[in-house]
């Protein structure tokens, strides 16, 4: 399931937004300032971010830094007030997928969102994971580390890959379980997700990769140097 992250101060246009660009398959949520959005962040897979410059607890600016950092991939769409041409050049600059100047057309943003994330998928289901030791190529499901091939099955598939798209982010259990087991299963054991992350580690031998944040769920570490 796509989810886009607003993060907006005024309520009403936050609001506005949230209905305009809620849908099948697509959950979307709301932020008023930067502290519940870092907040939101930890709790699981955003497939894009709709950025305010202009909050009451910093600057949306330093914030896409941040977040560019930390995830370069992921979208980000700045909305804001500041409509000079240095403005606009400054948010691209720093690494804006796009960039939305108040008032706005809600029909014209849908369709630059939808741009944003067709896009998103397509880098995404083409792309092959190389890290460290690891090789991961899910579209033709080889893996291997060290250049031996490891055997996964399909469900250790889809936990390996919503883990590495979403390195150096600790992704909720709740939500690994939803979009690993969507199969319309009323009930999934309780330790299924547990056994398939010890099944996935010890296949990889990836226990310094895939660690438990505890009182969330899991995150794959990213590693420097």
């Given at each position: 399931m796509?989810?886009?992250?607003?993060?907006?101060?005024?309520?009403?246009?936050?609001?506005?937004?949230c209905?305009?660009l809620?849908g099948?398959?697509?959950?979307?949520?709301?932020?008023?300032?930067?502290?519940?959005?870092?907040?939101?962040?930890?709790?699981?897979?955003?497939?894009?971010?709709?950025?305010?410059?202009?909050l009451?607890?910093?600057?949306?600016?330093?914030?896409?830094?941040?977040?560019?950092?930390?995830?370069?991939?992921?979208?980000?769409?700045?909305?804001t007030?500041?409509?000079?041409?240095?403005d606009?050049?400054?948010?691209?600059e720093?690494?804006?997928?796009?960039?939305?100047?108040?008032?706005?057309?809600?029909?014209?943003?849908?369709a630059?969102?939808n741009?944003?994330?067709?896009?998103?998928?397509?880098?995404?289901?083409?792309?092959?994971?190389?890290?460290?030791?690891?090789?991961?190529?899910?579209?033709?499901m080889?893996?291997?580390?060290d250049?031996?091939?490891?055997?996964?099955?399909?469900?250790?598939?889809?936990?390996?890959?919503?883990?590495?798209?979403?390195?150096?982010?600790?992704?909720?259990?709740?939500?690994?379980?939803?979009?690993?087991?969507?199969?319309?299963?009323?009930?999934v054991?309780?330790?299924?997700?547990?056994?398939?992350?010890?099944?996935?580690?010890?296949?990889?031998?990836?226990?310094d990769?895939?660690?438990?944040?505890?009182?969330?769920?899991?995150?794959?570490?990213k590693?420097?140097?």
């Amino acid at each position: 399931m796509e989810q886009i992250l607003i993060i907006e101060d005024d309520a009403c246009l936050n609001k506005g937004l949230c209905c305009s660009l809620k849908g099948e398959n697509r959950q979307v949520i709301s932020c008023l300032n930067l502290k519940i959005a870092r907040e939101q962040l930890l709790c699981g897979s955003v497939s894009l971010i709709l950025l305010d410059i202009n909050l009451p607890d910093g600057s949306g600016l330093d914030f896409l830094k941040e977040l560019k950092a930390a995830d370069p991939m992921r979208p980000v769409i700045l909305l804001t007030a500041n409509d000079t041409d240095m403005d606009i050049v400054t948010g691209l600059e720093q690494g804006a997928d796009d960039y939305i100047t108040k008032p706005f057309s809600l029909s014209i943003l849908r369709a630059r969102v939808n741009t944003q994330l067709r896009k998103n998928a397509a880098s995404v289901s083409t792309k092959t994971f190389q890290m460290d030791r690891f090789t991961f190529e899910f579209d033709q499901m080889k893996f291997s580390k060290d250049g031996i091939a490891v055997e996964l099955s399909k469900t250790e598939q889809k936990l390996l890959r919503l883990l590495v798209e979403n390195q150096g982010h600790a992704m909720s259990r709740g939500d690994l379980i939803d979009r690993i087991w969507t199969d319309g299963a009323e009930y999934v054991e309780e330790n299924a997700l547990s056994v398939t992350i010890k099944r996935l580690r010890d296949k990889l031998g990836a226990q310094d990769y895939i660690q438990t944040v505890y009182g969330i769920g899991y995150t794959w570490v990213k590693k420097h140097g």
